[in-house]
């Protein structure tokens, strides 16, 4: 966030626009002179200023990227174009003050392409009418209900969700409270007490899920302030799925939890859309077989094209 700062060098005042940086425990401090204390700054001088921090600070996050970045992706650009849009995103939400209109255009979108991709029927703009009315004459009620979930379990995410298993039982809990699966069954309570298998490939035993869940949850304690997020995002991401804990809800829990640490390292959050889901499965299955940069990748690709999503917002806010 950029603030103005004030200097006095021998009597005179000189006024600076100012932002503070810190990623994986390193801390820079980048300022730009904007005017004197006689001479209010102008609109254009501002703006000029926030260009330039705006590259300031994209120098200062590639420069965490060379370590990971052959190991994420193939296009060697991408990683620097998000890094780039995420910083132009931020900076439109200060100057416009619009983070609660773009997080509720975000909300719409991820939550439609989120249960889509699990095999939700129900067309966007009733999922927009749900969110912004709170209500729909949709005929399957149950899909209404897996919306609405949807929203307090993006507004848990964001506020109350902690990386321990209460908390991951407690997202799985909002997001299928009430609602029936195939066979008009209700969701089951907890972790998983059936074996399930994901496309060709076996998961964790319902008896190993809790022993797995914690030793993810220290992995990711133990790395958060050392692994670059985008891969810590991604690499939780994949492994959760390889757990799979519940019954049903993995994908949609999961993807949640991947944008919480998005969020908690000032990233914008993603979406992995409906029409790219067979490529999602297929990045995810292969990448157990040891090809993990085409999942890396693909969610690069992802992340991208939401952050394209959120620029168009919010620059037409």
Known sequence: MSYIEQKSVRGKKYIYLVRKLSFLNKKQTIKKYIGSFLESPTK???????????????????KFLPPIINKISFNLK???KIERKNIQISNILELKNCKDYLNQEFAKEFIFNSNNIEGSKIPPEKVREILEKGDSRYADKNEVREVRNSLKAWNYIQKDFKFN????????????????????VPYPKGFKKIANIVGNSQTTPPEEVETEIEELLDWYKQNRNKIHPLLLAFEFHKRYEYI????????????????????????????VYKENKESYFGALE??????GKKYYQFLLEQMHKTYNYLLEKAIGY
């Open 44 to 62: 254009e001088a501002e703006k000029e200023a926030r260009e330039e921090l705006n590259k300031k600070e994209l120098n200062f996050k590639i």
């Open 78 to 80: 991408l990683p620097e």
């Open 165 to 184: 298993k209460s908390s991951i039982k407690r997202l799985y809990h909002i997001l299928t409270e009430d609602l029936l699966m195939e066979g008009k």
């Open 244 to 271: 799979h804990p519940f019954l049903d809800g993995n994908g949609r829990t999961g993807r949640f939890i991947m944008n919480k640490i998005l969020i908690a390292n000032k990233y914008q959050p993603m979406i």
């Open 286 to 291: 292969k990448s157990i077989d040891g090809k």
